[in-house]
C-alpha cells in the first residue's frame, strides 16, 4: 500500500491520485471540523481542506512529518474564519451532552448524572473562552489524539509552546483535565475522553 507521501508524490504527475488521500482522511477532518462547528460548517470545511490541501500539494514537506497533522493544520485555519460559530458549537455540544446524560432513567444516578451534566456545561463553556490558540492545541491533544510534535506541525509552532499552551489551558480548565503533562508517545496514553 502507499504511503500518504507516495500518494501526494503521484498526484503531482496524476491529479487523480490524490482522490486517494481524501478515501484516507476525510473522515477525520470532518470529525475534527464538525466537533468545532456546525454540520453545514464541517461539510463546507471538509470541501476547502481538501481543496487547500489539493492545491499546496506540491509545497508538502515529507520531513517535515505525517499528512494527517497538516491536513488538521489547514483545517485549523480555516476554521479560525468560522470562530463566532465554533463558540456556539460548544454550548450547544454541552446542552447537546447535558440532555442525553439527564434523559436516561430518571431515578437512576442522578446526582452522579446531574454532576456529570454540570461538569461538561463547564468545561465546554471554559473551552469556548480559552484563547484561539490554547483552544486549538487541547482539541488536537484531546480528541484528535495527536502528539505534541503533531500539534506542532499541524499548527506550525514549536513544540514548546505546544507544551505551553497546553498547560495554560489545564490552568484555565481546571480540574477538568488531568495534571500529566507527559507526551501520549512517551507514556503511551492522553487524556483523550476528559474534554469531551
Given at each position: 500500500m502507499n504511503t500518504d507521501h507516495d500518494v501526494i508524490a503521484r498526484s503531482l504527475k496524476e491529479p487523480a491520485a490524490f482522490a486517494d488521500l481524501f478515501d484516507r482522511h476525510?473522515?477525520?477532518?470532518?470529525?475534527?471540523?464538525?466537533?468545532?462547528?456546525?454540520?453545514?460548517?464541517?461539510?463546507?470545511?471538509?470541501?476547502?481542506?481538501?481543496?487547500?490541501?489539493?492545491?499546496?500539494?506540491?509545497?508538502?514537506?515529507?520531513?517535515?512529518?505525517?499528512?494527517?497533522?497538516?491536513?488538521?493544520?489547514?483545517?485549523?485555519?480555516?476554521?479560525?474564519?468560522?470562530?463566532?460559530?465554533?463558540?456556539?458549537?460548544?454550548?450547544?455540544?454541552?446542552?447537546?451532552?447535558?440532555?442525553k446524560v439527564l434523559s436516561s432513567d430518571a431515578f437512576e444516578d442522578t446526582d452522579e448524572r446531574l454532576d456529570a451534566a454540570a461538569a461538561l456545561r463547564d468545561v465546554t463553556t471554559r473551552l469556548a473562552k480559552l484563547p484561539r490558540g490554547?483552544?486549538?492545541?487541547?482539541?488536537?491533544?484531546a480528541w484528535e489524539d495527536l502528539s505534541y510534535e503533531q500539534?506542532?506541525?499541524?499548527?506550525?509552532?514549536?513544540?514548546?509552546?505546544?507544551?505551553?499552551?497546553?498547560?495554560?489551558?489545564?490552568?484555565?480548565?481546571?480540574a477538568a483535565l488531568p495534571n500529566h503533562t507527559t507526551n501520549r508517545k512517551e507514556a503511551g496514553h492522553g487524556f483523550a475522553g476528559s474534554a469531551a
Open positions: 476525510a473522515a477525520t477532518v470532518y470529525r475534527y471540523a464538525a466537533s468545532r462547528s456546525t454540520r453545514q460548517v464541517a461539510d463546507d470545511l471538509l470541501s476547502e481542506t481538501f481543496l487547500v490541501a489539493f492545491e499546496q500539494r506540491a509545497k508538502f514537506n515529507p520531513e517535515r512529518g505525517e499528512v494527517k497533522p497538516w491536513l488538521l493544520g489547514i483545517a485549523t485555519t480555516l476554521l479560525r474564519k468560522h470562530r463566532r460559530v465554533e463558540a456556539r458549537s460548544y454550548l450547544a455540544l454541552a446542552a447537546e451532552h447535558t440532555r490554547d483552544r486549538d492545541v487541547v482539541i488536537l491533544f500539534i506542532a506541525q499541524a499548527l506550525g509552532i514549536p513544540v514548546g509552546t505546544v507544551r505551553s499552551r497546553l498547560n495554560r489551558a489545564r490552568t484555565k480548565l481546571g
